[in-house]
């Protein structure tokens, strides 16, 4: 059973950082393209990176330059690294495969980053 865990959110100020883990289970994980994507309350779920199995990144333009994507395929762990962080970016994150498609693992619990002063 293929499982996604989201974790590493919290309460931040703005200007400030926080690195987010997703530990995926059940999937051959370093042969997937995996992204991290977010969830404003009223808001429909958005793609913000991506990386390949070969390293290559992507990024939405709302992000690029503040956030980093990367992998440790060897703990099946995918990471973002957020810096510069702004109360817009205040969002529930998760990770999955990229893109999403109806064959993509279901969504895990997701973990909570609230950008505010």
């Known amino acids: 059973q293929v499982q996604l865990v989201e974790s590493g959110g919290g309460l931040v100020q703005p200007g400030g950082s926080l690195r987010l883990s997703c530990a995926a289970s059940g999937i051959i994980f370093g042969l997937n393209v995996m992204g991290w994507y977010r969830q404003a309350p009223g808001k429909q779920r958005e793609f913000i990176a991506s990386?390949?199995?070969?390293?290559?990144?992507r990024y939405a333009d709302s992000v690029k330059g503040r956030f980093t994507i990367s992998r440790d395929n060897a703990k099946n762990t995918l990471y973002l690294q957020m810096s510069s962080l702004k109360p817009e970016d205040t969002a529930v994150y998760y990770c999955n495969t990229s893109p999403y498609n109806p064959y993509s693992p279901k969504w895990g619990q997701g973990t909570q980053v609230t950008v505010s002063s």
């Open positions: 990386i390949g199995t070969g390293g290559s990144t």
